[in-house]
């Protein structure tokens, strides 16, 4: 749908001076408008914020000084204030209006950079957070959606302040933060405050991004990710891409550091570094000794090309001028001018002789095909690459996998040199497979408390999903019984694991069950057995009562009374030998059925002719115990525990 048709303030005039010709984008904090400045007829771009926070008297005090304070920087890397005001509920910026797109679309677009197009990006970054430094000022929420590249390739800071304005509010912090949790410092997590090193670290955070393509933290819960910002240390970007130099490693980590001490003091230091590590970088093309920068520190990239190429056998241009001493006698030199011209005419004649013979040898040397174009492997089977790479006349090597959220395990995501370069047909080409989706096993959380183990689980890369309860006569309340997935399962990085909780421990269940079996039972769940026997019409040693009873909520250790039968005072009978009139029946052997899967257990049983019941005693799906046993008349009812 078209936000301007759907936008109410598309065709408003604010403050009797913005026309706001249509909506550019809309964030967290606020909605950025293209609109015209009708006293000055220029166009600017308007940040109005959110009605929420326009409507919090604190934040609009603090927004406005903040505003003044970023009025006064002047920097060709920041974006500049105009002015601020407001009109009604609409709380507004002024701002600079930079065509082009943030890092975070290119990022989006293009993956990781090449590791000198991230530094000269990230350098006036530096540059214009270096400048708020020295002014007093501190951005507090560097990230890729604050730089903006404009069409003419210039590199824009945006935002300064607003995070400060947000902080002081009355609104809730919870969501407004989300957005940049993956970007905030130790000390911001853990105390809420942040200084010039503060931005330092985002800067750090930002440039492992840049040349890697994910944050050090990314697909978590925030609560994970603040954790491991406190706790853990960002890894060296050639942990996730090999060729990054060193000296990248080195400012990457010195930036991120988790005790601000030890980072570069402010983002100007931090600049000093950063211009060092693309000083010693090699320009596009060139390795080894010849891998430096020209004399005044620039880019190749940002240098005119001459269109000249070093000729084989020849001395290659020092780039000074040659000045030579005038003869002493006029006459000497007319008379030698003549020879000088002849022999500048001869050599300018060989040296075009040789760069002719230069460029026909080059051409024969691509004529003959010596030089072939690496296809476009990517998104193939690692198997079917390797054969078109072997058919195209290369030999294949098979780099070190990458984890792979979105390109199935292997299936190749890159190739070394990338698809579309000139190479040397017999050459070296590296593919890159995908492993797949990164995954983590469960880890191993049973006895814990349901916070704890959410911790851990977290901690791991993982998440809570659902959390269920259920009674236990071997787990206390609250603790966790287990986990689904179980333990040591592998899990996608990010995803959930559910975890059962146990609401108690619940006495067992052991009435009909013979006196030693029922005693052994409750003495090995540690429980203290006392036994008090009393005459009953039941067989002798049958337990006829417990407390706690069955099914109750007890603590571990207790002590548990067990009512057994020691049968009737008379001594006990079976029915028929007291009473004639009933029939004596068929007796039957029990099968032993412990151990054996209940369902089978009971089908067996029925079989034999008996009647069953089922008790849960530990909750499995097999019999622990059966009474009565040895010989029954057929027909009796046998309970099983399970």
Known sequence: MDTTLTDPLVGQVLDGRY???????????????????????????????????????????RFIG????????????????????????????????????????????????????????????????????????????????????????????????LARAVEASNQTKTGMMIGTIGYMSPEQVTTGTADARSDVYATGIMLFELLTGQQPYGG????????????????????????????????????????????PADATAMLVAAVEAHRTMPRPGQTGAHATLPPDGRAGADRPATGAHPVPGLPEPTGRTMIQPLPDLATEGSRRRGRRRSGAVWFISVLALVMVAGIAF???????????????????????????????????????GRSDDKVAKDVVLDTQPGAGAEAL?????????????????????????????????????????????????????????????????????????????????IMPDVSQMMRDQAEKFLRDKGFNVQIDETADDTPPGTVIAQDPSGGSEVVA???????????????????????????????????DVRFKDLRDAVHELQAAGFKVKTRRLVGTRRVIEENPTGQQPRGTTITVWH
């Open 19 to 61: 026309r706001v010709e249509s909506r550019i984008a809309r964030g967290g904090m606020a909605s950025v408008y293209l609109a015209l400045d009708v006293r000055l007829d220029r166009t600017v771009a308007l940040k109005v914020m959110h009605r929420s926070l326009a409507e919090d008297p604190q934040f609009v005090r």
């Open 66 to 161: 903040e505003a003044k304070s970023v009025a006064s920087l002047s920097h060709p890397n920041i974006v500049q204030v105009f002015d601020q005001g407001a009109d009604g509920a609409h709380v507004y910026l002024s701002m600079e209006y930079v065509p082009g797109r943030t890092l975070r679309d290119v990022l989006r677009q293009r993956g990781r950079l090449p590791a000198r197009e991230a530094l000269e990006i990230v350098i006036p970054a530096l540059a214009a957070l270096g400048a708020a430094h020295q002014a007093g000022l501190v951005h507090r929420d560097v990230k890729p959606e604050n730089v903006l590249l404009t069409d003419d390739g210039r590199v824009k800071v945006v935002d300064f302040g």
């Open 220 to 263: 978590e819960t925030p609560m994970s990710i603040a954790y491991r910002h406190v706790h853990e240390t960002v890894p060296p970007p050639s942990s996730l891409v090999p060729d990054i130099p060193p000296s990248i490693d080195a400012l990457v980590t010195a930036a991120t550091d988790k005790d601000p001490a030890r980072r």
């Open 362 to 400: 080059s051409g024969w040397w691509f004529s003959q095909g010596r030089y072939t174009t690496v296809p476009d492997l990517t998104n193939k089977n690692i198997k079917v690459a390797r054969q078109e790479a072997l058919k195209a006349g290369f030999a294949v090597k098979i780099g070190q």
């Open 425 to 505: 047909k017999g050459s070296e080409l590296t593919l890159i497979p995908s492993l797949g989706p990164e995954t983590i096993p469960v880890p191993k959380v049973e006895g814990l408390s349901k916070d704890d183990a959410a911790a851990k689980i977290a901690e791991v890369g993982l998440t809570v999903g659902r959390v269920s309860k259920t009674a236990s006569d071997t787990v206390p309340r609250d603790q966790v019984i287990r986990t689904s997935p179980m333990v040591g399962k592998r899990v996608r990085k990010g995803g959930s694991v559910d975890i059962v909780v146990s609401a108690g421990l």
């Open 557 to 591: 250790g207790a002590v548990v009374h067990l009512t057994v039968s020691k049968g009737p005072d008379q001594g006990w009978h079976w029915p028929w030998e007291t009473d004639p009139s009933q029939a004596q029946p068929d007796f039957v052997n029990v099968p």
